[in-house]
């Protein structure tokens, strides 16, 4: 069984950062990807940047260079730092790991305002 709880998160005036992590534990040699996806009020949930086994990484279009997703393999944690947040960046982040099944966290607010 995989584990995952995230951290860090909350509120931030546009153009500000937000940092969030990820703690993943349990049965973790199975898993070959890491990711982090968000859900927005109203619309699915989305992902927005993965990191695979070999160290491939992948962000959707929208991030436009403003996200680093970065994995730390001693201490089985996915961070995810988030520069020049936008309000249409305002969402439910979730992490997860995939391990031929989706295991997701519980999901952690970030709420950018004026």
């Known amino acids: 069984q995989v584990h995952v709880v995230e951290s860090g998160g909350g509120f931030v005036q546009p153009g500000g950062s937000l940092s969030l992590s990820c703690a993943v534990s349990?049965?973790?040699?199975?898993?070959?990807?890491w990711g982090w996806w968000r859900q927005a009020p109203g619309k699915q949930r989305t992902i927005v940047a993965h990191?695979?086994?070999?160290?491939?990484?992948t962000y959707a279009d929208f991030v436009q260079g403003r996200f680093i997703i970065s994995r730390d393999k001693a201490k089985n944690t996915v961070d995810l730092q988030m520069n020049s947040l936008e309000v249409e960046d305002t969402a439910v982040y979730y992490c997860?790991?995939?391990?031929?099944?989706?295991?997701w966290g519980q999901g952690i607010q970030v709420t950018v305002s004026s």
């Open positions: 349990g049965t973790t040699d199975g898993i070959y990807l």
């Open positions: 990191i695979r086994r070999d160290d491939a990484i």
């Open positions: 997860g790991a995939v391990d031929g099944r989706f295991n």
